[in-house]
């Protein structure tokens, strides 16, 4: 099965600054990576997605880039501001399967 | 409301005891998933529906878990004798259902397990 690990497990930022975190996965038939944002008692909530055709995605503050070859995308937040403080979690799936694994999640903080 | 809900928010129970879970998916979404979340973990697949039928429950843990969807929309997640290792957030998402399916998966907040 597809393992995705997904690096580091805490941020802290001054906000403003730009905030970049990392996953690879393991599966080389995965072609769909989402990101989702966690904020607390809540459920995950979509972010931003990229499919294995592209290499780069953005919306606005937020982009994602995939290095197919390496295995390994990740998620850019630009210009941070206190209410992107949350946890992120990556996730690879292959489109014509119906699972979606996730990573271990990133706990980022924006300190104003 | 138009998003996913699940209750109950918390449940408590003692080793041993039977619960269930349930969870109101968005209409229309054919597409439903369970998720397991332990402390400072991913979520983690359970099983997922297509309509009324399991497409794939290969993420039970085991024969004591065991979830249905009689008529394609409420989603309940049984879990019989319960295990203190069974504590986490369960989590449900709905999406339309397409195949191949790239479909935003909308989550519910979770029902917050607690085996005592």
């Known amino acids: 099965g597809e393992n995705v690990e997904q690096h580091p497990s805490t941020l802290s930022v001054q906000e403003g600054d730009s905030a970049v975190i990392k996953c690879t996965y393991s599966?080389?038939?995965?072609?769909?990576f989402p990101w989702y944002k966690q904020e607390l008692g809540k459920g995950p909530q979509l972010i931003i997605d990229?499919?294995?055709?592209?290499g780069e995605k953005k919306d606005q503050r937020i982009a994602v880039t995939l290095n197919k070859t390496a295995k390994h995308f990740s998620l850019h937040i630009t210009e941070t501001q206190p209410e992107d403080s949350a946890v992120y979690f990556c996730?690879?799936?292959?489109?014509?399967?119906?699972?979606?694994?996730f990573g271990t999640g990133t706990s980022l903080t924006v300190i104003p | 409301g138009a998003g996913v809900s699940q209750t109950p928010s918390n449940k408590v129970t003692e080793k041993g005891k039977y619960v269930e879970l349930r969870c109101d998916p968005i209409?229309?979404?054919?597409?439903l998933y369970w998720y397991r979340q332990s402390l400072g973990q991913g979520p983690e697949f359970l099983i997922y529906?297509?309509?009324?039928?399991?497409?794939?429950d290969s993420g039970l843990p085991n024969d004591r878990f065991f979830a249905v969807r009689p008529e394609g929309s409420v989603s309940t997640l049984k879990i019989q004798r319960t295990e203190r290792g069974d504590s986490a957030v369960y989590l449900c998402?709905?999406?339309?259902?397409?195949?191949?399916?790239?479909?935003?998966?909308?989550f519910g907040p979770g029902t917050r397990l607690t085996v005592l």
């Open positions: 998402a709905s999406s339309l259902g397409r195949t191949p399916s790239t479909d935003t998966q909308y």
């Open positions: 990229i499919r294995s055709n592209v």
């Open positions: 529906f297509q309509g009324t039928g399991a497409a794939d």
């Open positions: 599966d080389s038939a995965s072609n769909y």
């Open positions: 996730a690879a799936k292959r489109m014509t399967g119906n699972q979606f694994y």
């Open positions: 209409s229309g979404h054919t597409a």
